[in-house]
């Protein structure tokens, strides 16, 4: 029999536990938000009934459409009932939004993981990590080709998830590049709490030397506070002068939703309209 979309309530749709994607309130967000207003929902949520309740489901596929429908005040939204047990779930849930242009390093990191996870759950259940000729396979191998991307950098990705979430922010808003933020996501979490507040204080942030270092000090067992001050007061060849301004002055003049990137983008392009005003102003005279 042909499965075909049922309109749930609201109310009996919840998010799947443990969704690495962040559903965000942005322009995409509040066009979406409109289209459902004005169209309803064209595309049906896909969702499995949750275990030990009756009537209820959890959402596999269509987290930013549910958002939006719940914004928008609908009471309920069409779903085609699909029944997936949580591995097979989890499975499609990261399938489905791999695709997407902009995916956040700390989304992929999660993303693989709970793949990950999953697929080796099955694996001891079935012939699933094996490939067509028989040779065994490690489930970081399977999700890199099926994501393009080297069993390494799948376990990369998946080391990010060992980092506070403060620091894993910054990796977000790339304050912090990939490859040093790996090095840094072996040092322990008191560690790490220990950069934040010197990378806060010093205002920067360490080089791929600089951690690989401080990885080193960590795993040694040597990592000390005095040590942390004196690699990250080292002057890096590329450091510059800046002009620093404390994110609270700021913060009221930007959507809550901004990052503290996307505020210094705006500001330089407001000050790149300011200099071309000055020189209207000046060719007028």
């Known amino acids: ?5 049922k309109n749930i309530a609201i109310e009996k749709l919840f998010p799947f536990e443990g969704h690495p994607f962040k559903v965000q309130d942005n322009e995409e967000m509040n066009a979406l938000i409109e289209s459902i207003q004005e169209y309803g929902i064209l595309s049906p949520l896909i969702v499995r009934p949750k275990e030990n309740t009756e009537d209820k489901y ?9 958002r939006a429908a719940v914004k928008a005040g609908i009471k309920e939204v069409p779903a085609l009932i699909v029944p997936l047990d949580r591995d097979a779930a989890a499975i499609a849930v990261v399938d489905s939004n791999l695709h997407r242009e902009h995916i956040l390093p700390s989304e992929k990191a999660f993303a693989y993981k709970l793949k990950m996870e999953a697929l080796s759950r099955q694996g001891k259940r079935s012939d699933l990590t094996f490939d067509q000729v028989g040779r065994k396979l490690e489930t970081a191998e399977i999700i890199g080709q099926q994501a393009d991307e080297s069993k390494n950098q799948v376990r990369r990705y998946i080391r990010l998830t060992n980092l506070i979430p403060p620091i894993l922010d910054m990796v977000d808003e790339k304050r912090i590049a990939f490859t040093p933020a790996v090095e840094l996501s072996y040092l322990l979490p008191e560690e790490q709490r220990m950069l934040l507040s010197e990378m806060e204080y010093s205002d920067c942030t360490p080089s791929l ?15 000390t506070k005095e040590q942390l001050s004196a690699i990250m007061s080292e002057e890096k060849a590329n450091q510059k002068e800046r002009v620093k301004i404390p994110v609270e002055r700021i913060r009221k003049y930007f959507p809550k939703n901004y990052t503290t990137t996307q505020m ?12 071309r005003k000055r020189l209207r102003d000046r060719d007028a005279r």
């Open 1 to 5: 029999m042909k499965n075909t979309p």
């Open 58 to 66: 959890e959402i596999v596929s269509g987290h930013r459409r549910f």
């Open 209 to 223: 030397s600089q951690a690989q270092r401080l990885k080193a000090l960590s795993i040694q067992g040597l990592f």
């Open 264 to 275: 210094e983008e705006t500001i330089v392009k407001l000050c790149e309209a300011y200099h």
